[in-house]
């Protein structure tokens, strides 16, 4: 994966299988300019006379030609290897590290000015400590063999014909950097990452993971959410029909959420919508595996986390358009969870959505199925022997047919809150030049 970016605010990750000559060229293709980069040998092509509309400009990384020395001089990752620190550190390379980090120090106190005023600083900071830095490099270089790692390392900066022109062309443009850091920085992620997740899988996945990268990190750049940003372009929505089973009247619920809704959060949707109030445990069932709480003892074999598991997960693996949901595993309540379609995310629309809902939601510990059928007969004859505790204990204002929509919405409402992205922390303005 490589880093293109420019002095606009945008980066473009193109993913690609090796790092052969001439791979990177097509991506710059008609074009030309200052490529700020190491010395790869596959932009040489860039470079040449030959490139249209005129050659690129080569400018390289001084991070990468410090590496080099440093390497040499580690103390603590010498001593490490178990290696005898005065006979592997080497005193020119020691020194060779502080003339950079004196370079680098200049330039940090000129980062933020303008490309003009950047200019006329290392004029006066800067160009004296490379053509010294130059000249020392060229005379103990002289004195050296070349199977000399140090040497190898001075190489770096002059082996090649231009090379040393490359690394100092910053002196004369104010607008090119001393590093290409922030290219480099960029790869972080991807570095940290795949050692999580190992591999793209195949060359469409390289080039989609390089694709999503890009977005991302672009956003950032731009000081835009990219989780929002995403959410809002990206989303597919999953409109469900839940349906109680077993129960008369059957309460029914019409609802969207995000295609890839954690199972976890798909639980707090269903009690919302059918007006549990969440104090027992529950379980997703769908082609033989299940999704809930698991033991937190691991006494027993129970289900796997939902946590962990999104909607969209659960239905490409099982291939079921229809999970089964279980609350309460006394009153064994057993849900049905229809996908009817799935679709783009309306703009300006918060989710979870109730679209329709018909039915009220029995009440919790009522004995599941056939205590909620003996609950509703008692509420319904006067002169039944349970008519005033059941009246009591649930309250005269039951309906069976009334699924309390406005008392749904609130819950969806309070549910989008929660879950919507929080709003970073406000960058420190930049100072003014």
């Given at each position: 994966m490589f880093v293109l970016q420019s002095g606009i605010p945008w980066r473009m990750l193109p993913a690609e299988l090796g790092c052969g000559s001439g791979i990177r060229a097509q991506d710059l293709a008609g074009w030309t300019g200052t490529l700020q980069a190491d010395a790869y040998g596959g932009y040489n092509d860039l470079y040449h006379a030959s490139h249209r509309p005129a050659p690129v400009l080569s400018a390289l990384c001084w991070s990468h030609a410090r590496r080099k020395f440093f390497e040499l001089a580690d103390i603590k990752a010498t001593a490490r290897k178990g290696r005898s620190v005065a006979e592997e550190i080497s005193p020119i390379a020691l020194e060779a590290v502080e003339r950079f980090d004196a370079i680098f120090d200049a330039e940090r106190e000129i980062t933020g000015l303008t490309a003009e005023a950047r200019h006329d600083a290392r004029q006066r900071l800067v160009r004296p400590m490379v053509q010294d830095l130059h000249n020392w490099l060229r005379t103990e270089r002289a004195r050296m063999s070349k199977h000399n790692p140090v040497a190898k390392a001075i190489n770096y900066m002059f082996e090649e014909d231009g090379r040393w022109d490359a690394f100092t062309c910053f002196l004369d443009d104010g607008r090119i950097c001393l590093t290409n850091n922030a290219a480099e920085r960029a790869l972080r992620g991807v570095a940290l990452g795949r050692k999580a997740w190992l591999f793209a899988g195949s060359p469409r996945g390289g080039d989609r993971a390089a694709f999503m990268y890009s977005l991302i990190v672009t956003a950032k750049m731009n000081d835009v959410d990219p989780?929002?940003?995403?959410?809002?372009?990206?989303?597919?929505?999953?409109?469900?029909?839940?349906?109680?089973?077993?129960?008369?009247?059957?309460?029914?619920?019409?609802?969207?959420?995000?295609?890839?809704?954690?199972?976890d959060r798909l639980h707090e949707v269903v009690q919302a919508s059918m007006g549990w109030t969440d104090t027992h445990l529950y379980?997703?069932?769908?082609?033989?595996?299940?999704?809930?709480?698991?033991?937190?003892?691991?006494?027993?074999?129970?289900?796997?986390?939902?946590?962990?598991?999104?909607?969209?997960?659960?239905?490409?693996?099982?291939?079921?358009?229809?999970?089964?949901?279980?609350?309460?595993?006394?009153?064994?309540?057993?849900?049905?969870?229809?996908?009817?379609?799935?679709?783009?995310?309306?703009?300006?629309v918060t989710y979870p959505r109730l679209l329709k809902a018909s039915g009220a939601c029995p009440p919790e510990d009522v004995g599941g199925a056939p205590g909620y059928e003996a609950f509703l007969e008692a509420l319904a004859d006067p002169d039944h022997e349970q008519h005033d505790d059941m009246v009591g204990w649930s309250g005269a204002t039951f309906d069976p047919k009334d699924a309390r929509i406005d008392r749904i919405v609130e819950r969806f409402d309070q549910l989008a809150k929660k879950w919507s992205p929080r709003p970073g922390k406000p960058k420190a303005p930049k100072p003014t030049p």
């Amino acid at each position: 994966m490589f880093v293109l970016q420019s002095g606009i605010p945008w980066r473009m990750l193109p993913a690609e299988l090796g790092c052969g000559s001439g791979i990177r060229a097509q991506d710059l293709a008609g074009w030309t300019g200052t490529l700020q980069a190491d010395a790869y040998g596959g932009y040489n092509d860039l470079y040449h006379a030959s490139h249209r509309p005129a050659p690129v400009l080569s400018a390289l990384c001084w991070s990468h030609a410090r590496r080099k020395f440093f390497e040499l001089a580690d103390i603590k990752a010498t001593a490490r290897k178990g290696r005898s620190v005065a006979e592997e550190i080497s005193p020119i390379a020691l020194e060779a590290v502080e003339r950079f980090d004196a370079i680098f120090d200049a330039e940090r106190e000129i980062t933020g000015l303008t490309a003009e005023a950047r200019h006329d600083a290392r004029q006066r900071l800067v160009r004296p400590m490379v053509q010294d830095l130059h000249n020392w490099l060229r005379t103990e270089r002289a004195r050296m063999s070349k199977h000399n790692p140090v040497a190898k390392a001075i190489n770096y900066m002059f082996e090649e014909d231009g090379r040393w022109d490359a690394f100092t062309c910053f002196l004369d443009d104010g607008r090119i950097c001393l590093t290409n850091n922030a290219a480099e920085r960029a790869l972080r992620g991807v570095a940290l990452g795949r050692k999580a997740w190992l591999f793209a899988g195949s060359p469409r996945g390289g080039d989609r993971a390089a694709f999503m990268y890009s977005l991302i990190v672009t956003a950032k750049m731009n000081d835009v959410d990219p989780q929002a940003w995403l959410e809002g372009r990206m989303t597919l929505i999953a409109r469900l029909r839940i349906l109680l089973n077993d129960v008369d009247p059957q309460p029914m619920r019409h609802i969207e959420v995000p295609l890839k809704i954690r199972l976890d959060r798909l639980h707090e949707v269903v009690q919302a919508s059918m007006g549990w109030t969440d104090t027992h445990l529950y379980e997703f069932r769908a082609g033989g595996a299940g999704w809930g709480v698991p033991d937190p003892d691991g006494f027993y074999d129970g289900p796997m986390p939902a946590k962990k598991a999104t909607l969209q997960k659960v239905l490409e693996d099982t291939g079921a358009r229809t999970l089964q949901y279980v609350y309460d595993f006394g009153d064994d309540w057993d849900h049905s969870i229809r996908i009817e379609r799935v679709s783009e995310a309306s703009p300006g629309v918060t989710y979870p959505r109730l679209l329709k809902a018909s039915g009220a939601c029995p009440p919790e510990d009522v004995g599941g199925a056939p205590g909620y059928e003996a609950f509703l007969e008692a509420l319904a004859d006067p002169d039944h022997e349970q008519h005033d505790d059941m009246v009591g204990w649930s309250g005269a204002t039951f309906d069976p047919k009334d699924a309390r929509i406005d008392r749904i919405v609130e819950r969806f409402d309070q549910l989008a809150k929660k879950w919507s992205p929080r709003p970073g922390k406000p960058k420190a303005p930049k100072p003014t030049p």
